[in-house]
């Protein structure tokens, strides 16, 4: 990720600076100075999650942009959250980014902090209800000057079974059974509304027209959401030129994060 950090040559009265917009200065007919500075830029990429019986799967391409530049093809966005060490170890949550990178990384850091400080406060991990309400305050304590990401976070409830949140920048969020986010978000999600949601199935000579039975959604086994993600992403990277490279998933179940790696187009 250095490169998205990279800053270009100085210029002559003046610091440089790595964001994609730079300051400007306007000066009005009556001689006021007016200066403006926009501290985001958009680092493309998409993520997506789906929740199942007794896992969930969260998954996110690689590929770090900056306008029409590609600063990385191998930038992560999904981060292991607590467990010990830096190698995260007995980790049950995974929270992803994507949008700004420097947020996403920012929010992670800070989450993961929080998680592994109530571990060694209370002697016990912290549940992936309770870590959902903790990152929403973490947004919503931020939000007049917002971390620039969109955040999906994974766990298993106390039940064992998948829960999946979606937050918008400021702190909303809600538990879904599926979720895309990012820079083909528009793409993907009528993939998953349609395929894991049900939506716009019927059972097939249930009635006429109107009369037509909805499909009742279900949770899908492992295997078919797994097909599900790789079909998602490989139909994304033909549309999308902020997606592509490699397709990183974290699975979740009752044994831990398995974490799968595979390559996406590069063009």
């Known amino acids: 990720m250095a490169s998205v950090f990279t800053a270009p040559p100085l210029a002559d009265n003046g610091p440089g600076y790595s964001f994609k917009q730079t300051p400007t200065t306007h000066i009005s007919a009556d001689g006021t100075r007016q200066h403006s500075f926009y501290p ?112 999906i976070l994974g766990g298993l409830d106390e039940e064992g079974k998948g829960a999946l949140y979606s937050y918008d920048p400021v702190g909303s969020y809600e538990r879904e059974q599926c979720r895309a986010a990012g820079a083909a978000a528009s793409l993907i999600m009528p993939f998953l509304d349609n395929q894991v949601n ?47 490279d490699g397709l990183q998933m974290m699975i979740i179940t009752k044994d831990g994060i398995e974490e799968v790696y595979s390559p996406l187009k590069k063009d």
């Not at 306008?67 to 007995?90: A, C, M, Q, W």
């Not at 549940?127 to 620039?148: D, E, G, M, T, W």
């Not at 499909?215 to 990277?237: G, I, Y």
């Open 40 to 151: 985001y830029t958009d680092n493309g990429g998409s993520t997506l999650g789906i929740s199942g019986a007794d896992f969930t799967i969260l998954a996110g391409d690689t590929r770090s942009t900056s306008g029409y530049n590609i600063n990385s093809r191998y930038v992560p966005k999904l981060f292991k959250i607590g467990g010990e060490g830096p190698e995260h170890t007995g980790s049950s949550i995974v929270l992803s980014v994507v949008g700004f990178a420097a947020d996403g990384d920012a929010l992670k850091e800070r989450l993961d902090t929080v998680v592994k400080m109530y571990k060694y406060q209370h002697g016990k991990n912290m549940s992936v209800a309770a870590c959902a309400q903790r990152l929403s305050h973490i947004l919503y304590n931020k939000r007049f000057f917002p971390y620039y990401v969109h955040a």
């Open 198 to 244: 049900y939506k716009n199935q019927y059972i097939p000579a249930s009635g006429y027209g109107h009369d037509l039975q909805p499909r009742k959604a279900e949770l899908l086994p492992r295997n078919t959401v797994e097909e599900l993600v790789r079909d998602a992403f490989d139909s994304a990277v033909e549309r999308h030129i902020e997606v592509g």
